[in-house]
């Protein structure tokens, strides 16, 4: 290990090529946000984002959940939750009942929101069979894959597309 003192702006910039490369938190968070931003676009003409989605049908699989464990179960922030049922909530897809004390509430899914799900499924299998592979050949996981050769600053600097994925 090289004490900070003693490194070069050569060695610096080595360092930070490696990291920039190799760092599984980087591609990870990269791919979170192209998956999300792929099936957010497929689902915008139904008013749905892919949390949403996602809070649906956990939902429906348990009929009815406390605010707290749809986060827990979804891992989502207790504020994330609070604002995104709200506005669920506005839209006519779920429905807040009173939980087992003054202090509790119960989630549940409308008519509206089932006839959602059922809607958008289509739309779902088909995301879910393409987004390891596109016509073009790109496959999702390569975004994780390490590299020896180094990526051009160009390239660093773009984020991949989601259009890029698509079937």
């Known amino acids: 290990m090289v004490s900070t003192g003693e490194i070069t702006q050569k060695q610096a910039q080595e360092i930070a090529r490696q990291m ?3 760092c599984v938190a980087r591609r990870l968070r990269q791919v979170n946000r192209t998956i999300t931003r792929l099936y957010d676009e497929a689902l915008r ?8 989605l996602n ?3 956990v939902i429906i699989s348990e009929t009815q959940i406390r ?4 986060g827990q179960t979804l891992g989502m922030e207790k504020s994330t939750v609070s604002r995104t049922v709200d506005r669920m909530v506005s839209k006519g897809w779920l429905k807040i009942a009173a939980g087992e004390d003054s202090r509790t509430q119960l989630l549940s899914v409308t008519r509206k929101g089932q006839q959602l799900l059922l809607t958008v499924t289509p ?3 088909t995301l879910q069979a393409g987004v390891l592979t596109s016509d073009s ?5 390569q975004m994780l894959a390490l590299s020896d050769e180094p990526t051009s600053t160009a390239e660093a600097d ?3 597309s989601a259009n890029d994925f698509y079937l």
């Open 158 to 160: 773009q984020p991949p």
């Open 20 to 22: 920039s490369q190799e």
């Open 123 to 125: 739309t779902w299998d």
């Open 55 to 57: 809070i649906l049908a």
């Open 45 to 52: 003409p139904y008013g749905l984002t892919v949390n949403q």
């Open 137 to 141: 050949g790109d496959n999702i996981l």
């Open 67 to 70: 605010p707290g464990q749809l």
